[in-house]
């Protein structure tokens, strides 16, 4: 098991890595339910032919509790942009290992990407609570991030708390320059 754990860990901070960059921007508008069903259509018929999709599902079936190959499917789901399946995934992946955080990240990025802020929320909430105090020094940029995205989602309906957010996201990560922006704007 601890083998696994060092390869889902090295999977994920290749995952970091690669989509750092659609990170960028808070993405917080709604969209039609109807747009999002038929795109969601469109996706499942890409992903049918996928065959990385389809081999990980395999190996799956074979061992429903293989974490690092639903580690790897949710990243193709991510990759095709499918993320009610990725969404679905990671879920997966939180019930198997309820401690380990990256997921929770996970899941907050693809519901993000599928628009879903109330959902992205409370993920990005149970990510920065599942952090351990070892693991804070290597996760400070997603940390970062995720304090950015709570504190743009609450600066309407709590002005407050998205103040105490941004400077935690600063504190994390002071080159940001949203969140410097976010900051001054709270603040003045």
Do not use: C
Request: proline content about 3%; hydrophobic content about 35%.
């Amino acid at each position: 098991m601890k083998m696994t754990k060092i390869n889902i860990k090295n999977l994920f901070l290749g995952l970091i890595l690669v989509g750092s960059a659609g990170l960028a921007n808070a993405q917080t508008t709604q969209t039609d339910s109807t747009a999002n069903t038929a795109a969601a259509a469109t996706t499942t018929q890409q992903q049918a032919g996928n065959p990385t999709i389809e081999g990980l599902k395999k190996q799956i079936e074979a061992n429903p509790k293989d974490a690092e190959s639903l580690a790897k499917l949710a990243t193709a789901y991510q990759e095709a942009s499918d993320w009610t399946n990725a969404i679905d995934t990671w879920k997966k992946i939180s019930v198997l290992l309820p401690d380990w955080a990256p997921s929770y990240y996970s899941q907050a990025y693809a519901y993000q990407s599928a628009k879903d802020d109330a959902n992205a929320k409370i993920a990005y909430e149970k990510y920065i609570a599942t952090i351990k105090p070892e693991e804070v020094e290597q996760n400070k940029k997603n940390l970062a991030y995720a304090y950015f995205y709570l504190a743009f989602a609450e600066q309407q309906t709590n002005r407050d708390k998205a103040k105490e957010h941004i400077a935690k996201s600063i504190q994390y990560d002071p080159t940001n320059q949203d969140a410097v922006k976010l900051s001054k704007a709270l603040n003045s």
